[in-house]
């Protein structure tokens, strides 16, 4: 009642807010602490090697030499209770070529979870299982006659910079793409959103893609642009689609969390994707606000909305609630035609109605929208991860231009 008192009084003056949604497990999304982390280089001079984790996307809290060649690399979330993904990147240098090893240390209870990745100038390549050792929950990494700079990243570094970069590339002669910042983070770094459609946007339904929540889910993220690309891809099927519908896709929803090297939450210390039934964090808030306005100003009705994740292997969760939404029979068709189209391919659907404020429940709750979480593997082939993001854009154009 007060809400509706309330917005009816600034009815004149201004509109209300997006109308929140109640979920059976709500999370108190309010802002919290984050520790950050010192800006520095760790110099070991007489082993003639130093540590840093100065550029944007990296994260070390520490470094201390444990014997002539181990040294002990400490990472720490950027608070906590926090869930398990223990996010680490940093350089290394080193003035003599040498064979060094890394202890990874995470604070009591979280153990380790991706395999390193690294770039010695010559492109990102995965750690060789001879060169890891697992110790119970943590790994040694050797590193081998090594000399130079060299990259140590839990995944491949992909920065809100790197982020700016794809979507230049992107744009380029593609009118029809509207690249368009709408609200900022609790440290005012842009929160984007790419607005395509050919033609007018008026009447259209609306499709939503969203990424980057989370920040070291970066296989997700590849999965994401090799998706949006075949929607951009210059042939009749994507100039079929996308004459008749409209997507707004969100190539980075956390940029603070993605910056400062987060394991999971944004600046607020909030995981963003426990907040779409209230929008207490900026990111969130703005997103909805701006579909919101949106939708409203253009007639648009959202039909579908695909948000990319990582985890330990590729999953879709899915709604078990169909009926409700435009159409109902999408998923199963979209997965059989993945499942067509790509070799050796099964999809892996874990199918339940939302309970916490996730992206995947408001879709359902708040639009009567089919929602996906749309999970790729951490270490899923990064050409797998290709594959499966062009083959399901391309089955998803087809299925939804013949509706
Ligand atoms: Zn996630």
Known sequence: MKYFFKCFAFFLLVSCGPKKIKFERPVDTSSRPIEFQNKTSYDFPQKEISFNNKFDGARINGVSQINDTIFKIIIKPENTPINNSAYYSFEISSQSTQTIYLKFDYPQGYSHRY?????????????????????????????????????ISAQEIQNSNDVKNWINKILKNKSYINWVTIGETNLGRPIWVLDITKGSPTDKPLLLFFTRQHPPEVTGYFAFKSFVEELINNNPVAELFLNKY??????????????????????????????????????????????????????????????????????????????????????????????????????????????????????????????????????????????????????????????
């Not at 390193?116 to 050792?133: S, V």
């Not at 944004?266 to 701006?290: C, L, M």
């Open 115 to 151: 395999i390193p990745k690294q770039n010695w100038g010559d492109g990102w390549k995965i750690t060789e299982n001879k060169d890891l050792d697992f110790l119970d929950d943590k790994i040694l990494l050797r590193l081998e006659n090594i000399y130079g700079k060299g990259l």
């Open 246 to 403: 409209r997507v707004l896709a969100f190539p980075l929803v956390n940029p603070d969390g993605v910056d400062l090297g987060h394991w999971r939450h944004n600046a607020g210390g909030i995981d963003t994707n426990r907040d779409w039934g209230h929008y207490r964090q900026p990111e969130i808030k703005s997103i909805v606000n701006f579909i919101k306005k949106t939708k409203r100003k253009y007639n648009n009705k959202i039909v579908m909305g695909l948000d990319f994740h990582s985890t330990y292997y590729d999953v879709f969760y899915t709604n078990v609630e169909r009926e409700s939404t435009p159409y109902p029979k999408f998923l199963d068709q979209w997965f059989e035609g993945m499942e067509k189209n790509i070799p050796d391919y099964k999809v892996n659907e874990k199918a339940s109605n939302s309970t916490q404020p996730v992206s995947k429940g408001w879709l359902l709750y708040a639009n009567k929208a089919i929602g996906v979480t749309y999970e790729i593997g951490d270490e899923t082939s990064r050409e797998k991860i290709d594959l499966i993001g062009k083959t399901s854009a391309q089955v998803l154009m087809k299925l939804l231009t013949d509706y």
